[in-house]
Structures are given as C-alpha cells and as structure tokens.
C-alpha cells in the first residue's frame, strides 16, 4: 500500500527544523500530490510555549510572526490535500494527572482554531495530540473532553495516533506484552466511543517479527468498536543509536506490506524530514527514489 498521508512537524519537539519558508513548503505540497499525498496532518499544532501561529491562548506564547497555520492550510486547498488540525499539548499537565487543566487549555485553544481556520476549505479533520500506549493518566476523559469539544467546535473526523508499549520505546524492562495493549486499547475505545473516529496506530515502537500480531490485533480492535484504522508506518529509524534518520527501505516497503493487509489509509511521520527529495537528509532523498521505483512513480 502506497503512503498517501504525511504528518506536518513544525513544533520541532524532537526532529530539527529544516528552516522552510513558503518556497520550500509549495514545492513539497507540489511533490505531496504528483507521489498521491492527499492527506496532511499538524501533528501538534501548540507544544508548551509553541505555537504554528500567533496565539492568544497558547499559555505563554512565544511572540511568533509566522502564521505556519494558514500557509498548511492554504497550500493543501491549492494542491489538493485534506488537512487535520492538531491540538494542543502542554507538556506537562496531563502527565501529572490534571486532566482538566489540560482540557481546559484544550477547548480555548479549540475554539481559537476553529474562529481562526474553521472556514478554511482544506480544515477536513482533527488530530488529538495526546499519544499514549496504555489506558492510564486519565487517557479517555482527556480523549472525550477535548474530542468532543474539538467536534462541537467544528464537527468533522477526530484521529489520534497512539502507540504500542514495545521495547523499541520503554526497553526490555518497562515494554508490555501486545496482548496488554489489545487489552487497554478495547478499554481506551469502549470509554470513548463516538468521539474518536479514525486510529492509526504508530508501528515503530515493536520489533519488526511482532508486525503481524499487532496488525491483526488492532485490526479486530478497531472493527468492533467502529473506528476507521489507518496505519501510522514511520519513515525514520528507531534501531539506530541516534535520533533520527531515515528508515532502512527494506524495512519501510516490508512495514507497508503489513500495513497494507488491514489498514484503509497508510500516513507517515514523517515525510518532508525522512523521505523528500527536498529533505536535508541525503538518505532520504535515497528513500525517496526506491519507494518510486516500487511504486513505479514517475516525476
């Protein structure tokens, strides 16, 4: 299954920024819809004092200029895409437990972005930021607070993209079994049934001999609870000792082929840093030419 769904990092919470300016961006969103792109998700669109434009209740707001916010959106009506928003992650507070506090930054900032873009013709969706891996930190009154306001304030799709507890991510003493995580996502679902509308669970997290249970794991999750499942394949390596470069090509196109037996839609994070010709990333401009050649693209 081709990619057709790319995540927009723009916060640099933890992938440099490649200091893009509308040039670069209108020549990437070009290439997003001659390769079949036509989804593009803000993963976060407000971290801590961050924001992709100047807001007003971001708490504590850095003075940006730069409305990244508007030129996503314009720029995706122009080339075809189908934008999600992203919400606001504080950081900070839900990792505490308080919830409420962080619904409450939520549903302002929700409402800003909806009085800001709501009218906008590529605002097709919303993603909530809070990836989790297990049912805990009062993870589905979080998800039924901000979704359901994310939906009152602009009713379309709401999609989050949580992950397995593997060892790629916690380590051989913290990781949990697979069947854990079916366990507490059957609960996660059940809790918040209605609000969240489409799951694409990310795949990075696991061992690659682990990508078939999880697949038809999730598969039969989101079946009985209704949930559209997309597939969240990462284009960057986790098995290398720096963070992060590219993924190894024999291991995206055999991380796609799994994918590809129960997922609707493959997004990736993420494709303008891992897998451009623009990136400045040599490897990804390698990537890039294989996955053409697989999927007989020609430019």
Known sequence: MRITGTFLDEITHDIPSQN????EWRKEFGLYREVGIDTVVIIRAGYRDRC???????PGALPVKD????????LAEEYGQSLFFGTYDSGDHWMKGDWKKETEVNKAFVDEVASRYGEKKAFAGWYMCHETARNHLNI???FNAIGGH???????PVLISPFPMGE????????VPLSTTFKEWDEIFGASSGVIDICAFQDGQIHYHELPEFHAGVSALTKKHGVTLWANVESFDRDMPIK?????WRNLRMKLEE???VAEKVITFEFAHFMSPHSVWPAAHNLFRQYCEEFVIEL
């Open 20 to 23: 893009w300016g509308e040039k």
């Open 140 to 142: 589905t009154d979080l």
């Open 52 to 58: 992709v434009f100047p807001s007003k209740t971001v």
């Open 67 to 74: 409305d990244l916010a508007a030129m996503f959106l314009d």
């Open 150 to 156: 994310c939906k009152a304030a602009k009713d379309v």
């Open 244 to 248: 992060f470069p590219p993924v190894d």
């Open 168 to 175: 790629k991510q916690a380590g051989k003493e913290n990781a």
């Open 259 to 261: 994918a590809g037996k």
